[in-house]
């Protein structure tokens, strides 16, 4: 019996060196994210609407990254509430996705909030140009309320898009650029 010798064509190299590139452009890196961004958004609440400041800071954090907000919501008598959040994300072992390092277990290992105890489960996704934050939490009485936090990159800054949904049902949208701050 006899083999043919194997000898790849140019175009077959050019083809594998293609699909290399893309996956390696498909690799999901919080790279591009990273920096300070504030804008302000108009909400509307009960008829009425209300200015919030919104910022946002995202840092690489080996091996993960972190996700610090605020909000600053203005009252009709003047006072002003502001509202902080952090959370540090660890990659899971899916391409893209990060789970919440929010307290640390018996062993000193870093893992999410229990929902079941009414914190939190917080998780995090990089999909194309887009970075999602969830978060689920589920009340007393088996009910819940998801958050969506979709901060896309555009030019100058990020497009941030929040919806809120309890029980099934879309409670509150909010949508607002945020311009990059000089780093």
């Given at each position: 019996m006899r083999y043919a010798r194997f000898q790849p064509s140019m175009r077959m190299i050019t083809a594998l060196l293609a699909v290399l590139v893309a996956s390696a452009a498909q690799?999901?890196?919080?790279t591009p994210f990273v920096g300070n961004y504030i804008g302000t958004a108009e909400?509307?609440?009960?008829g009425t609407v209300k200015q919030r400041d919104l910022s946002v800071r995202i840092e690489?954090?080996?091996p993960g990254f972190s996700v610090e907000w605020s909000t600053v919501t203005y009252r009709?008598?003047?006072r002003s509430k502001a509202k902080s959040y952090s959370v540090s994300f660890l990659p899971s072992d899916r391409e893209g996705i990060f789970g919440a390092a929010m307290k640390n277990n018996v062993f000193g290992k870093a893992v999410p909030l229990d929902p079941m105890k009414g914190e939190p489960y917080v998780w995090g996704r990089i999909e194309g140009e887009t970075l999602t934050v969830y978060s689920l939490h589920v009340h007393d009485r088996g009910g819940y309320?998801?958050?969506q936090f979709d901060r896309t990159l555009a030019e100058g800054g990020?497009?941030?898009d929040f919806k809120s949904v309890r029980n099934g049902e879309v409670w509150r949208e909010i949508s607002a650029f945020l311009k990059r701050e000089d780093q």
């Open positions: 690799a999901q890196s919080i909400v509307e609440i009960d690489e954090d080996d009709d008598d003047g309320d998801l958050q990020l497009q941030l």
